[in-house]
C-alpha cells in the first residue's frame, strides 16, 4: 500500500501530462492551410489573393466557354450541326441530373469565398507605408467581382427580376463559412449586387492609371467604368432604364472607347484589349476548353 501511495503522484504527474500533450496536439492548425489572418494578413498578399479570385471566371463553364453561348444554345439562336461531334448537347438537353448546371453554381460561390475573404480582411486592415486609396482599390475590386458572380448566378438560377422579384434567388453570402444558407428572393440579391457596385465604383480608380497595382493592362481588372457598365447591364435587366441609361452614358461620356470599325472586327479576337473592350477574362490556350 506505501508503495501504491509513493508513486501515485508521479502517476498522476504522468497522466496529466498526457492529457497537456494531446489538447496540444489537437489545437495545431493543419500544417497545409493558412488561417485568413495568416495568408491575408499583409498588403502583398492581399493583392495576390484578389488576383488570384479573377482566374475563377476562366473557368471552362463559366467565361472560359459555356457560359458565353449558352443563352444562345437555349434561346434558339443556334442548331446542332450534322457534324457536330456532341459539344454543347449538355447545355442544349434538358435533363435529370445536375451534371452541368452544378459547375458554374460552385465557381461562381468559389469566387464569392474568395472575393468574401479579401473584403473581409480589409476591414480595419493597417500596414505601414500602404496608402487608404490601395487599400480602396482591392475592396472596390473584390465588391465588382462577388457582383459579378451574384448577377450572374442570380441569371442562371433564379427567375427575370421582371418576373417577380419576391421569388426565390440564389444564396447571399458575405462570410466564407461552412453552412447551408437559404435562398434568398431575387430581389434580394439585386440590392446586393448594386449595393457592391456602388461602393465599388465609389473606390475603384483613385490611384493613378499609369501606377495601377503595377500592373501593365487596366482591361484585365475591374476599373470604374468596368463597374458603370456592369451597373447599367443590372439597371437594364431590372427595367430601371433611367439607372441603365445614366451609367451608359457615364461610359460613353469617358470617351476612353470607341467602336469597332468593320475592317478591324475580323482580328479583335485574337487581340488583347482592343479599343471597344472595358473589361475582358484573360486566359491562357490551356485554361479554357476551346
Not at 494578413?41 to 472560359?64: C, I, K, M, P
Not at 445536375?98 to 473584403?119: G, H, K, P, T
Request: aromatic fraction near 12%; glycine fraction near 6%.
Amino acid at each position: 500500500m506505501k508503495k501504491i501511495i509513493k508513486y501515485l503522484p508521479a502517476i498522476l504527474l504522468m497522466f496529466s501530462l498526457m492529457i497537456t500533450s494531446c489538447e496540444d496536439e489537437l489545437e495545431q492548425l493543419p500544417p497545409e492551410q493558412l488561417s485568413n489572418e495568416l495568408s491575408l494578413g499583409t498588403y502583398d498578399n492581399l493583392v495576390l489573393a484578389t488576383n488570384g479570385s479573377y482566374t475563377q471566371l476562366g473557368a471552362t463553364n463559366w467565361y472560359g466557354r459555356d457560359f458565353t453561348v449558352i443563352a444562345d444554345l437555349k434561346g434558339g439562336n443556334a442548331k446542332s450541326s450534322p457534324l457536330n461531334s456532341g459539344r454543347f448537347q449538355t447545355e442544349y438537353n434538358w435533363a435529370n441530373s445536375q451534371s452541368e448546371s452544378a459547375a458554374l453554381f460552385d465557381n461562381a460561390y468559389s469566387l464569392i469565398s474568395r472575393a468574401n475573404n479579401v473584403i473581409n480582411a480589409l476591414v480595419d486592415f493597417e500596414e505601414t507605408g500602404v496608402t487608404q486609396a490601395q487599400l480602396d482599390q482591392l475592396d472596390g475590386e473584390a465588391k465588382f467581382l462577388r457582383a459579378l458572380a451574384y448577377f450572374d448566378l442570380v441569371r442562371m438560377y433564379a427567375q427575370p427580376y421582371s418576373y417577380d422579384p419576391s421569388s426565390l434567388g440564389v444564396p447571399i453570402v458575405t462570410v466564407t463559412e461552412i453552412a447551408s444558407p437559404a435562398r434568398n428572393t431575387v430581389q434580394e440579391v439585386y440590392t446586393q449586387i448594386v449595393a457592391d457596385l456602388l461602393d465599388a465604383e465609389n473606390k475603384i480608380g483613385a490611384l493613378s492609371a499609369d501606377g495601377f497595382r503595377g500592373e501593365t493592362n487596366r482591361v484585365s481588372l475591374a476599373t470604374k467604368e468596368a463597374v458603370q457598365a456592369l451597373l447599367a447591364k443590372v439597371y437594364l435587366y431590372m427595367e430601371d432604364w433611367s439607372g441603365a441609361s445614366t451609367y451608359a452614358s457615364k461610359v460613353i461620356g469617358s470617351n476612353k472607347y470607341s467602336l469597332y470599325s468593320a475592317s478591324e472586327y475580323g482580328n479583335i479576337w485574337s487581340t488583347d484589349g482592343a479599343s471597344e473592350v472595358i473589361f475582358e477574362v484573360y486566359c491562357s490556350s490551356t485554361e479554357t476548353a476551346w
